[in-house]
């Protein structure tokens, strides 16, 4: 998302931009993360793996909107490559067919899910067991909408990302004291580290795994806002920085190419910070799996009006948190 929008921001200059389109086709990696029809791309009311029919959205008789894009960004604890590690942010980034919108759905990875062929589990177990490619399968039985790209980026990358801006002031809800830090209720400055920190704690915090996924939706928007800001676009070194930071630890899909990319960003020229939405995928609470683990219990009947609406880019009717 900060690369389409630096794309955007930059795509008048000459300069800005050529340094941008080569530091991104040098560096970005592209992998198979896609998964092939052979895999079971198929709607949930078809798909034989799954065990618990009310956990699923049976909307695919709900027509679906042409023109609209999902893209699912993942963020990656793994160090190495994406086969690897498991995928601490999951967001399913929703692009309207007019180009004027963008939602961003954050599923909490303690969601408790079916993943095919594995039966019951959390959903960022399904990234653990087969990578991008089934963590997709199980957001297909989860919402029913198909996933056009793929954009991984591991946790080192947010880390370098942060520093390269010269950190990010972000809102804390909550105070907290773990990873060596120390975060205060209001604005906290934060390097790279204390990011990494930021993101990723949950145990002092009153709603767990809902709460983290709301620091982590905040920091998100910190470093969007702090990348395209006059401080980072103006200055040479910085966006440079910036700019290398985001492609020496992002792999696409090999079918999401920079023209793509570019193409997105010219249609989305007129598009503003309100205009990008965060939204938590539902749940009705908390509770323990069979083998003791915390889980977050999916809400189904709101999952089922967050589906219609992502199938049918009608994001107005749902209500549910941001």
Do not use: C
């Not at 992002?250 to 793509?260: E, Y």
Request: no cysteine; aromatic share 6%; hydrophobic share 45%.
């Amino acid at each position: 998302m900060v690369l389409i929008l630096l794309v955007l921001t930059v795509g008048t200059g000459v300069v800005y931009w050529a340094l941008l389109n080569h530091t991104v086709t040098t560096n970005v990696k592209h992998e198979v993360l896609l998964p092939t029809p052979s895999a079971g791309e198929t709607s949930p009311v078809e798909d034989p793996t799954t065990k618990d029919p009310s956990a699923t959205v049976p909307s695919a008789e709900v027509p679906l909107a042409k023109g609209a894009q999902n893209i699912l960004l993942i963020g990656s604890d793994s160090h190495t490559t994406v086969a690897n590690g498991r995928s601490d942010v999951i967001i399913l980034m929703h692009i309207t067919s007019d180009h004027k919108k963008v939602y961003l759905v954050h599923f909490p990875r303690d969601m408790y899910v079916d993943v095919p062929g594995r039966g019951k589990d959390k959903i960022n177990a399904s990234y653990a067991y087969g990578g991008p490619q089934l963590l997709i399968r199980t957001l297909r039985s989860l919402v029913d909408v198909p996933i056009d790209h793929v954009a991984v980026i591991g946790f080192e990358g947010f880390k370098a990302m942060t520093d390269a801006v010269g950190g990010v002031d972000v809102y804390a809800e909550e105070a907290s004291n773990e990873f060596g830090y120390v975060f205060h209720v209001g604005m906290n400055h934060l390097d790279g580290e204390a990011a990494l920190g930021f993101v990723r704690e949950r145990y002092q915090l009153s709603k767990g795994d809902i709460s983290r996924g709301r620091r982590q939706q905040a920091f998100v928007k910190a470093l969007m806002l702090k990348a395209l800001s006059k401080q980072t676009l103006t200055n040479p070194i910085r966006f440079a920085a910036l700019v290398n930071a985001i492609a020496r630890n992002l792999t696409l899909d090999n079918a999401f190419s920079v023209t793509d990319i570019y193409s997105q960003a010219l249609a989305m020229r007129d598009l503003r910070s309100k205009d990008i939405v965060f939204i938590t995928a539902p749940i009705t609470g908390f509770g323990r799996s069979p083998k003791g683990a915390s889980i977050d219990i999916v809400d189904v009947a709101k999952m089922a009006q967050l589906s219609i609406a992502l199938r049918t880019d009608d994001m107005s009717s749902i209500g549910l948190g941001q």
